[in-house]
């Protein structure tokens, strides 16, 4: 048995006038005007039978032109009911730059507690006599090591008696 009256071929068909109009309608809320589409043939009662619903290029034109005048719509109805702005005021005086205060501090605490002791013991283990040759040969590996602010203080571990940075927060 052949389960459809075209002999087994697909019609292509296009959406009736009231497939469309409803179609449009929920997709976009605005009721469009079908007249301008091309009548519904079918047999009968029946406004869906495929045969008769084939479309040219003519009218795929007019549903094209249809569907752009209801998202045109759709869009203008969408700006008029835009909420006003709203304004939010942020005073960085009172949140951001009481954080970034916060954060200084903390660093200056840091800077003053751990990392000056630190460097005071450092360059009291460059100055003393028992490392003389160590530095001279961290010189001599690295040609900056006296221009260089923390080349010093990354190579201390190669110092005698040179703190252990752990102790310092390193």
Known sequence: QTLSDSGGRITMRRLNRREYRNTIEQLTGVKVDVGSLP???????????????FISSDQFEQYLKLGRQAIDEAFERQAAQKQPSRVFRVEPENTVNVKNLEILRNLEDAYKKKWLPYKKEVDRAIAAAENKE????????????????????????????????????G
């Not at 009548?39 to 619903?53: I, M």
């Not at 010189?139 to 190579?155: A, I, M, V």
């Open 39 to 53: 009548a519904d043939g079918g047999s009968g009662t029946f406004d869906t039978v495929g045969a008769s619903q």
């Open 134 to 169: 160590t530095v001279a040969a961290l010189r001599k590996e690295h040609p900056d090591y006296d221009s260089d602010s923390l080349l010093k203080y990354r190579k201390a571990g190669r110092l005698k008696g040179a703190p252990d940075p752990r102790d310092y927060g």
